[in-house]
C-alpha cells in the first residue's frame, strides 16, 4: 500500500517560479552571447568593406589614376590616405593605404603594398 501523497504529483507553484528563473537567467546569458556576435559580425563587415577600399585604391595608384581622399562603398563614408615611400631600387615605391571610418582616428583596415615606378628617366647630357 502507498502513503497518500494529496497533490503532490504536479509542480509546486514554487518549483514553476524556480524553473522560470532559471530559464530567465539563460535567457539573457543567450541574448549577450547574441548581441555579441552581431557586434563581432558587423565588424568584421566594416574591416572587409575597408580593406576592399585599400585594395582598390592600390589598383588605382598602379594604373595611375588620382583617386579621392573620400570615398562610399556599402552606405559608409571612408577616408583614404596613400603615403608613399622610395625603396632601395628606384624602380620600385612603397605604397601603404590607410583606410577609415568617417570621423575615426584609427585606420579601419591598413595595406602595403609596391608599385612600379618605370625606369628612372636619364638626365640630360648624360650619356
Known sequence: MTP???NSAGFSLIEALIALAVLAIAT???IGAVEQHIDSTRAMERRSAAMWVAENRLAELGLGAAGGERVTMLDTRWRVRSVRTATDDPEIAR???DVFEEGAKAPTA???GF???GP???QRGAR
Open 110 to 112: 591598413s595595406l602595403d
Open 120 to 122: 628612372p628617366v636619364p
Open 95 to 97: 605604397v601603404r593605404v
Open 4 to 6: 497518500d501523497r494529496g
Open 115 to 117: 608599385l612600379d615606378t
Open 28 to 30: 539573457v546569458g543567450l
